[in-house]
């Protein structure tokens, strides 16, 4: 079959990511050409190719590249940093077996993969501002070890065994499709399903908290970009999951700008065991080689972020105002 026939092979496909890349994929190369992997999570009214498996069996996840013949994998199978803490060994074995599995087999059949790391690989050691592309690697959560540890076995294959990787730092997802789930940062997806469904939200970090955030449509339109650009890692001799950035808000500066929307939103703040998770991450990102690598460059900031979630949310709660 030609190259450009080979289908699109998403795993987590019902994840956060997931639940908004595979409906881009579907846009952009047709229903036909996207099979998704999932769990036990599939949404029964989820149009496109299913099949439901592991990453960490192997053979398995050949059978599926193979029968619909796949040329490019998205993994996304991982599971959050909060929810990593509570099951460290659960966390090693969902983040890494299934993507040295994944290498192997795009190794053998020469696939294209996407990986996705995180903030999460910096820690308390790491410069936090403006933290750079190269710098510090010392997280302190399971799920940050887990990313650190992915990022230098993808090196490994692309640099020695000639797999074509492309990999993101994402900051903290910002989204309405799929529930908050797990994630340290997801305070500030939470404070708007609360705010709009109960007009209270008592946020698990401090009102001073810093973090790198993005809304999900750049995520995904800069995650498409970073795998249809004209990268040569080994010939360069380098390879890097890139920094990525959009907006760094304090958790009281999102407070303020969703009160514009819900002016009797009371938001209260009670610092819990993720607080600790987001004092050793950074509070801003330096993403100048990714703009200047691939021409990333994101598009909405806080408000015009606000204004969308608020819209999005309505819609799904079926509230007109
Ligand atoms: N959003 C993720 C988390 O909070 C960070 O990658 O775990």
Redesign the pocket.
């Known amino acids: 079959m030609a190259e450009a026939e080979r289908k699109i092979l998403v795993t987590g496909a019902f994840g956060q990511i997931g639940s908004e890349l595979v409906p881009a994929l579907q846009q952009k190369h047709g229903i036909d050409h996207v099979v998704t992997l999932g769990h036990s999570n599939v949404p029964q009214d989820f149009k496109g190719i299913v099949e439901t498996g592991d990453t960490s069996n192997k053979e398995g996840l050949e059978a599926i590249v193979d029968r619909h013949n796949i040329g490019v994998v998205y993994h996304l199978v991982s599971l959050?940093?909060?929810r990593?803490e509570e099951n460290p060994d659960l966390t090693w074995d969902i983040n890494m077996g299934g993507l040295k599995n994944v290498l192997d087999i795009a190794r053998d059949r020469n696939l294209k993969v996407f990986w996705p790391s995180?903030?999460?690989v910096f820690g308390p050691t790491t410069p936090r501002d403006s933290t750079p592309q190269h710098t510090i690697l010392e997280p302190t959560t399971m799920?940050g070890a887990t990313k650190v540890a992915g990022e230098n076995l993808v090196r490994h294959y692309v640099l020695k065994q000639g797999v074509d990787v492309r990999s993101l730092r994402?900051?903290?997802?910002i989204s309405w499709k799929a529930e908050p789930g797990?994630?340290?940062?997801?305070y500030a997806v939470a404070i708007f399903y609360d705010g709009l469904r109960k007009k209270e939200y008592q946020c698990f970090v401090s009102s001073d908290t810093t973090l790198p955030m993005m809304y999900m449509d750049d995520a995904i339109r800069g995650t498409i970009e970073l795998m249809e650009a004209d990268l040569d890692f080994q010939n360069e001799g380098k390879w890097n999951s890139y920094n990525m950035a959009a907006i760094s808000f304090a958790a009281v500066q999102l407070a303020e700008e969703l009160k514009k929307h819900i002016p009797d939103l009371k938001v209260t703040y009670k610092p819990d065991h993720r607080q600790a998770?987001a004092d050793s991450w950074p509070k801003s990102i330096d993403d100048s080689v990714a703009r200047a690598e691939w021409g990333w460059s994101h598009e909405f900031d806080l408000s015009k972020m606000t204004a969308i979630m608020v819209e999005k949310l309505r819609e799904k709660f079926g509230q007109t105002k």
């Open positions: 959050l940093s909060a990593g995180s903030i999460a799920y994402y900051p903290g997802l797990g994630g340290t940062t997801d998770i």
